[in-house]
């Protein structure tokens, strides 16, 4: 199993748009909805099925159509189960506050289909998604400011 979290700071001092904690839930919210301008690896994003606090949508990230099940838990955090694609598993998009400030958690836990555990195969997987995965999380925040100074 391939475990990565990473935790960034919201409203780190070299950045000049700082966002609420309501700002960074709409924000995730509006990525688990449209991910496309949020991690720039996915060229498609499309919500198949939606009922109450959960979703289903189809996204395409690197050429592969994936899907998965979107869970919210309001105000907390967003988990993003993948039902279908070569790797399977969760992401979890937490929101968290330390001491007054506001930070985002990104985790994943996946499981590569038809790959050894702790492989060589596993491992180049794994360093590969960690690296996209953080560029994922800072385009996020990104986004996130963009939309909010648009909004003011």
């Not at 199993?1 to 950045?15: D, G």
């Not at 966002?19 to 839930?25: A, F, I, T």
């Not at 979703?55 to 955090?77: A, D, K, N, S, Y």
Request: with cysteine.
């Amino acid at each position: 199993m391939i475990t990565v979290s990473r935790r960034l700071e919201v409203n780190p001092a070299t950045e000049a748009t700082h966002l609420n904690k309501d700002q960074v839930w709409q924000g995730l919210v509006n990525k688990a909805r449209n991910a496309v301008p949020y991690v720039s690896a996915i060229s498609r994003c499309d919500v198949i099925e939606e009922q109450g606090d959960r979703l289903i949508r189809e996204v395409e990230l690197h050429g592969e159509t994936l899907r998965e099940l979107i869970t919210f838990i309001p105000q907390e955090r967003v988990e993003f189960v993948r039902i279908s694609g070569n790797a399977r598993g969760i992401i979890k998009n937490i929101i968290e506050e330390e001491g007054g400030n506001l930070y985002l958690r990104f985790t994943f836990d996946f499981t590569l289909v038809g790959v050894e555990a702790n492989s060589p195969q596993e491992a180049e997987f794994a360093k590969g998604m960690e690296a996209a995965y953080l560029a994922a999380v800072n385009s996020t925040l990104k986004q996130m400011r963009e939309s909010s100074s648009k909004a003011a």
